[in-house]
Antibody, heavy 119, light 110 residues
Framework: EMQVVESGGGLVKRGGSLRLFCSGS????????MNWVRQAPGKGLEWVSS????????SYADSVKGRFTISRDNAKNSLYLHMNSLRAEDTSIYYC????????????WGQGTMVTVSS | QSALTQPASVSGSPGQSITISCTGS?????????VSWYQQHPGESPKLLIF???NRPSGVSHRFTGSKSGNTASLTISGLQADDESDYYC??????????FGTGTKVTVL
C-alpha cells in the first residue's frame, strides 16, 4: 500500500522552531515531488512548500519563505520541514503529500500532524 | 499569490447536478492545464478527484467531471448523493509560487 506518515508536530512557543518528518512507503520515493500542505483549524488548505524528486527544485509559499526549509533524504524515503520563527498563524495540521499525478496533483496524503504555536 | 476563488457554498437535492467554480488568472488556471480537485470529509485528509483539468484517478466515480474555460475551472457533480456532502478544493500550478489552492466550497445535499 502506498502511504506517507507524518510526525514531529506538537506545541511550541512563538518564535520557536520545530522539525516535521514524513516517511513514504509502497512507492519509489525518489521518483516523486513531495509537498507540505497545511490547514488551520476550521480553515481551508494552504500549500506550503514543494521539493522535486531529486531535491534540486524547491519552492515556498510567500507566507513561510525565509522561515521554513524543506528537504528530503531519498535513501531513507523521508521528507522534512524545518520551521523557524514560528508564529501563531502557523498553527495548523501539516500534511505530507505526494505529487503523483502531475503538477499540483496531490494523490497521496498523510493523516497530518498538528502544530500549535502558543503566544 | 492569492488563493484561487471558489464559492463558499453550493447546495443541491439528491439526484441533481451541481457545479463548483474555481477562478484564477492567466498565471495559474488560465495558463496551464494543471488544475486538480479534492474532496475532504470532516476530520479526514483530502482525496484527489480530478487532475490535469479533466482526468479522474482510478476508483473515482464518473459522477465527478472537470472542465476549464479561460481562467475558470469547474467541477461538476452529477447524480448528487448524500455522501457528496463535503468540502471541495481546487488546486493549480502557478508561475508565481508554483502551487496554489482554492478557497474551498462546502457542498450541502438538501
Amino acid at each position: 500500500e502506498m502511504q506517507v506518515v507524518e510526525s514531529g508536530g506538537g506545541l511550541v512557543k512563538r518564535g520557536g522552531s520545530l522539525r516535521l518528518f514524513c516517511s513514504g512507503s509502497g512507492f519509489i520515493f525518489s521518483s516523486y515531488a513531495m509537498n507540505w500542505v497545511r490547514q488551520a483549524p476550521g480553515k481551508g488548505l494552504e500549500w506550503v512548500s514543494s521539493i522535486s524528486g531529486n531535491g534540486i527544485y524547491i519552492s515556498y509559499a510567500d507566507s513561510v519563505k525565509g522561515r521554513f526549509t524543506i528537504s528530503r533524504d531519498n535513501a531513507k524515503n523521508s521528507l522534512y520541514l524545518h520551521m523557524n520563527s514560528l508564529r501563531a498563524e502557523d498553527t495548523s495540521i501539516y500534511y505530507c503529500v505526494r505529487e503523483g499525478k502531475g503538477l499540483a496533483a496531490f494523490d497521496i496524503w498523510g493523516q497530518g500532524t498538528m502544530v500549535t504555536v502558543s503566544s | 499569490q492569492s488563493a484561487l476563488t471558489q464559492p463558499a457554498s453550493v447546495s443541491g437535492s439528491p439526484g441533481q447536478s451541481i457545479t463548483i467554480s474555481c477562478t484564477g488568472s492567466s498565471s495559474d488556471v488560465g495558463g496551464y492545464n494543471y488544475v486538480s480537485w479534492y474532496q475532504q470529509h470532516p476530520g479526514e485528509s483530502p482525496k484527489l478527484l480530478i487532475f490535469d483539468v479533466t482526468n479522474r484517478p482510478s476508483g473515482v466515480s464518473h459522477r465527478f467531471t472537470g472542465s476549464k474555460s479561460g481562467n475558470t475551472a469547474s467541477l461538476t457533480i452529477s447524480g448528487l448523493q448524500a455522501d457528496d456532502e463535503s468540502d471541495y478544493y481546487c488546486s493549480s500550478y502557478t508561475s508565481l509560487t508554483s502551487r496554489v489552492f482554492g478557497t474551498g466550497t462546502k457542498v450541502t445535499v438538501l
